[in-house]
DNA sequence: TAAGTTACCTTACGACGTAAGGTTGGTCGG
DNA sequence: CCGACCAACCTTACGTCGTAAGGTAACTTA
């Protein structure tokens, strides 16, 4: 965005700090090494000399981005039970990630398991063996959590992952013309549609679906726990 | 990969058929202009007589997946009640989404929703419907399941997705410090890994990470169902 | 047979990541 | 004080990408 004249030296955090505010106002696809280095008051080649290739640039991006949620998620309450812990600790590392909605799509192109990601989930692991869970039970609960953990869910259905936003939909008449071949989903969003003035498909309360899908994790997971511990 | 000797003419989906070949053969970054002509046996610039754009190639390619697990999916057996009948949609969409890893990565990357995801979920909603679901839960319901329906899920802990496999995991030494530090997660892959003599983080066995979350999630569907049935 | 259309090709442009090597200006041992 | 060193930044250039512009050759049709 703006040019730097600050006579400090730059420094790889500097860096990534400013790759992630560039991606966060023009998504991942303006993020090259050019337009960063122009943000910064550089040349693109200067960024060679504190990150060694684009990957590592956004192998740092993705681990700031993992840093901001470990920080929103290291000091919450820690009462209550295993459900009301890890719902806390999801709901607020959605918080996070609702600042970055490019980071599933981000995430989910890199090679390596950031090392981050281990110590988060091992906090999460920890939270299920201190309630009785068996590391079988745990094992197949952080799957089934999947990325939630980390605030998201794959969404097919709001594709805002996507570079540069949701395209505009289909018109009028052909939406008129789906829904005749679609009868269930004309009724469904018409039944549900109604809080919402917007006949696009944006209709869906993304945080209402979280907590809903993320409940009926817990409860099934809380009911199986329960009879893995009165028959073992 | 072969140059073709035909004299007919090449169509779209003869070119997006060998998109997809190339992309389970080498992966999503092999997927360029020159590269799929080259495999066609044509330059780069006469792919745009089939296809306005690459964008549209890779939307192309996405629906020629897609109409792979409809083609697997339209026939199977109806019998059973509705959990059975989307346990067995889901886990066949599976079995086609196994053999392209990379779909979920390329499906994610769409600025639209493709039209034939519409009529595949319609059919998904039918069977909840019929069911006795509102329409208030089916929708909660399409949330939850996310991504399953088309047989995938969001694998934080196995980046198979992102393009040329995964890297070639942390040292011996450093694996054991990090153990060190992470007892519930040394505990659980050691409880877990019996079954598997290999000691990377590939002991998962998805297919069975899969069915568990989906009878999680059905099973709580179910209960759902139930006590709105009876109290409504 | 002439005109048009279809399917393919050639050339070229600007953006990308980055290899190779140059230019500063400050630090520090002698 | 000075010359060696080095960190931080720059210049130039290469190969690859998607694709715009326009050419050519073969087949279709009036």
Redesign the interface.
């Known amino acids: 965005m703006a040019a730097k004249a600050s006579r400090t030296p730059l420094s790889r955090e500097r860096v990534l700090a400013a790759a992630v505010a560039l991606v966060d106002a023009n998504g991942i696809g303006a993020l090259t090494m050019r337009r960063l280095a122009a943000d910064l008051g550089i040349e693109a080649m200067s960024l060679y000399h504190h990150l060694p290739a684009k990957e590592a640039l956004l192998d740092g991006v993705v681990e700031t981005v993992l840093a901001e949620i470990d920080a929103t998620t290291a000091h919450l309450p820690t009462n209550g039970d295993w459900r009301e812990r890890l719902r806390r600790q999801f709901l607020a590392a959605r918080q996070a990630m609702l600042r970055h909605p490019w980071m ?2 981000l ?7 950031p ?1 981050r ?3 988060y ?2 906090g999460i ?2 939270t299920m ?1 201190d309630a009785g869970f068996s ?2 039970l ?3 609960a ?3 959590f ?2 939630m ?2 605030g998201f ?5 709001s ?1 805002g ?7 505009d ?1 289909v018109s009028e008449a052909e939406l008129a013309a ?1 829904a005749e ?5 004309a ?2 969003t018409a ?2 549609m109604h809080d919402s003035a917007d006949p696009t ?1 944006g209709w ?1 309360d993304s945080q209402v ?1 979280f907590e ?2 993320l409940d ?2 817990l ?3 809380e009911r ?1 726990r329960r009879t893995a511990g009165a028959q073992g």
């Not at 995430?107 to 398991?113: D, G």
């Open positions: 599933p799509g995430l989910s192109t890199r090679r390596a398991i090392p990601v281990f110590a989930y091992e692991l920890g063996i590391y079988r745990a094992h197949r952080l799957h089934a999947g990325s953990p980390l869910v794959q969404e097919i259905f594709p992952a996507a570079d540069g936003g949701p395209e939909g789906l071949r679609m009868p269930h989903l009724a469904m039944a549900e498909l869906c679906e809903f899908t009926l994790l409860d099934g997971l199986l």
